[in-house]
């Protein structure tokens, strides 16, 4: 059995690493001067961002693989998630800068409605950040400026300067994944052929009529990415989310269907996964234009 240890505020966090909390809310440590730690699996109450600065295989697990992460890795959690791994029992030096920040410091900020939009605090371990030597520095200068705060005098300004500074850091982070993206065209195209692969196998068996039309979480599990990673990679791909995309397909596969004319629509409804084929109908004019039959009547 895997053991856990529960960490629920960055004080928390801080305690188990053996160093000082100058503010109860967010911290940015310096995991070079930390002392040598032993590997543990931690369930987290808190967002982490960590800056790896060396190769480390031995530092991150996903699932039940290791990575080999090169220099300038930034990776990403959210409250709720566990992160670390099994303990060796051999020591290791961390080394890299860590930012972690609770919720509670975004309460009341325009921050805190738009957290869901950083999808990449649900980015499986292997879908990390690379980071140029430029971008490292962009981080690390973010990072500094959040440290200088909270260690400095503090006013009534402190928090949103902070708030602001993380902020930045997030947004600096998106430009990054979308340049990540972009240098990795070749790979997003394999993912995406085999995306198309895995729908065209599905709705040429009896998948759909068992378990209905496939779900993004599915398709994502399959290929073998993180659901939120997945959706990124379709939207900057097709400029259509993986849902609208996989709908897209199913539709595709509607109208062939329709042009049996064996096939009564709600035999075609029923073998997509619907289980009513008003429903069908429904989604069938929302993404077509019109009825199922008057599609059938036209072709």
Not at 31 to 45: C, E, Q, V
Not at 139 to 168: F, P, Y
Request: proline letters at 4%; charged letters at 25%; hydrophobic letters at 35%.
């Amino acid at each position: 059995m895997e053991k856990i240890i529960k960490l629920n505020t960055v004080k928390d966090y801080n305690d188990f690493l053996g160093i000082d909390t100058p503010h109860p809310l967010v911290g940015v440590i310096d995991a070079s001067k930390i002392k040598p730690l032993h590997h543990i699996r931690k369930s987290i109450g808190f967002y982490v961002i960590y800056l790896k600065d060396i190769k480390c295989a031995d530092q991150i697990k996903y699932g039940r693989k290791f990575y080999d992460f090169q220099e300038e890795t930034l990776v990403f959690a959210a409250p709720g998630q566990v992160i670390g791994n099994d303990d060796t029992g051999e020591p290791f030096q961390p080394k890299g800068w860590w930012l972690t920040f609770q919720p509670e410091l975004l309460h009341g900020t325009p921050l805190s409605r738009h957290m869901q939009d950083y999808t990449f605090f649900s980015y499986a371990v292997n879908e990390a950040l690379h980071l140029s030597k430029q971008e490292r520095q962009t981080v690390i200068d973010c990072m500094m400026k959040i440290d200088d705060e909270i260690k400095g005098a503090t006013d009534r300004h402190s928090n949103l300067i902070v708030v602001s500074a993380i902020e930045l850091l997030l947004n600096y982070c998106i430009r990054f994944y979308d340049r990540q993206f972009i240098t990795r065209k070749k790979e997003n195209k394999d993912a995406l052929s085999s995306f198309e692969a895995l729908l065209n196998d599905y709705f040429t068996s009896d998948k759909p009529s068992k378990f209905g039309t496939p779900t993004v979480a599915y398709c994502a599990d399959q290929l073998h990415l993180s659901a939120n990673y997945f959706g990124d990679l379709i939207k900057k791909e097709t400029g259509s989310s993986a849902q609208e995309y996989i709908l897209a397909k199913t539709m595709d596969t509607a109208k062939e269907w329709l042009a049996d004319p064996d096939k009564s629509i709600s035999d075609v409804a029923y073998a997509l996964g619907y289980q009513y084929p008003q429903y069908f109908s429904k989604a069938f004019k929302r993404i077509v234009g019109c009825s199922p039959n008057e599609y059938r009547t036209l072709n």
